[in-house]
C-alpha cells in the first residue's frame, strides 16, 4: 500500500516551515477558520500534474512575506520503499513558470503517477454544488475520474479544446480555405469520439461498482450514472467506430454556418452533461437534499478509489476539505469504506473534533493553528 509519511512545508501560503509526520491510514486537521487547513490539503494536491486543487498560480502560493519559492517535500511510502518528493517552481528566462520535481533531491521529467504510483483523489466544499453548477463542472468531474484510470484522458481534451477554438477562428474568416476546416474536423470528431468512449468506460465501470459491490458489500445506496448530449444520442447504437466518428464529421460540417454565426462548436462532447440519478428514491442527483447529494459525490469517489485499488493496484492519497459537515449515517459509513475497508490514507479537515467520533481509534489527529500543526 501506497501513503505519505511525512510532509515538510516551506514557505507554503500561511503554513509555517515544519514537518508532519502522517499515520497510513485517516489524519484528521482540526483547525477554526483561516487557521491553514485547505492550505495543507492543497500543498499535496500538487502531487498532481498541474496546479493544485484550487489552480492558482504557483507563484502565487509562497508566502505572502516572504520571497522565497515554497517547497513541499513529502516521504512517499510504496511498500516499504521510501522516495523523497520535492515539489517547487522555477522561473524561466522568459517569464513562464514551470512546476519542477525532484526525487531524492534530482530534477526529473518522470511522472509521479506513471513511475510511482501517486495519485491524489479530493473532495472539496465547493463540489457540493456539482449537481447544481453548469455542466462543464460535471465533465470536469468525470473527466477527472477518468484521467485517473487512463492519463491519456487529459492530452486529448487539452488537444480537443484547442482544436474547437482554431475551428471557430477559421470560420469567422469570410472566405475560409475549406480544405483546412476539412482537417480540423477530422481531428476534432476523432478525439471528440475518444474522449465519448473514455467516459463511456468511466461511466461503466463506475455503475457496475455500485451495482456489484459497493450495494451488496458495504450497503451503500447506488447511483446510476449516465453521460447525455446531442452526439451521444446520435451515435449511442452505433458499434462501428468509423461510422460514429463519420456521424460526428457530418454533423460539424451541418453545423458550419450556425457556429459561424453564434461563434461556438454547437456539436461535441464539449457539451455532454453528467446526469447522475439515485435510486433509492428514483430521482435526479440535482433534485436531492444537500446532505444526500454530497453522500453521492462521495460514494463515486469511493467507486474511483475502489477502482484504482482492486483494478490498478493503486492506493490513492484521499483529500477531504470539511468534510464532516451535514453527516449522517449513510455518509459516514462511505468515509468508513474509504477508511477501513479500502485501507487507504485519507486526509481530512474540520473545524470541530466531535464531528470525527466514528473514526477508527487508529486515526491521528492534529490540531492546527495559525498555519502552525501540532500532533494532538
Ligand atoms: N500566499 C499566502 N501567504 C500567506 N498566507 C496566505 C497565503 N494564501 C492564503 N493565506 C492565508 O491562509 C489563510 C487561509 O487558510 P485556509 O487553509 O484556507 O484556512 P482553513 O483552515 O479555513 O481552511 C488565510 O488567513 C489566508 O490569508
Ligand atoms: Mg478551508
Redesign the pocket.
Known sequence: MNHLSSIQLNNF??LAKQEIELCNSTNVFI??????????L?SISLLEPGRGFKKKSLE??????NNNPWIVYTKYNQNNNVTGISITFDKTSNGLIKKRILIDGNTTKETLEKNYGLKVVWFLPEMERLFIGSPSIRRNFVDRISYSFDSSVLKNISLYKKLIRERSLILKQNNFDNAWIDTIEDKIANLGYQIIISRKKTITILNQIFNEILNKKQNINICKLSIYGTIEEKINEIIDDNKSIAIFKDELIKYREEDRIKGLCSIGPHRSDLEVIYLKNQVDASLCSTGQQKEIILSILLCQCYCLVKKFNISPIVLL??VCSHLDDNTRSILLSLTGWLNIQVLM?GTDKNLFSFLSTKSKFFV?NN?KVKNE
Open positions: 501560503r500561511n483547525g477554526a477558520n483561516g487557521s491553514g487547513k485547505t492550505n495543507l492543497e502565487t502560493l509562497s508566502e505572502f512575506k476539505d470539511e479537515t492546527i498555519g
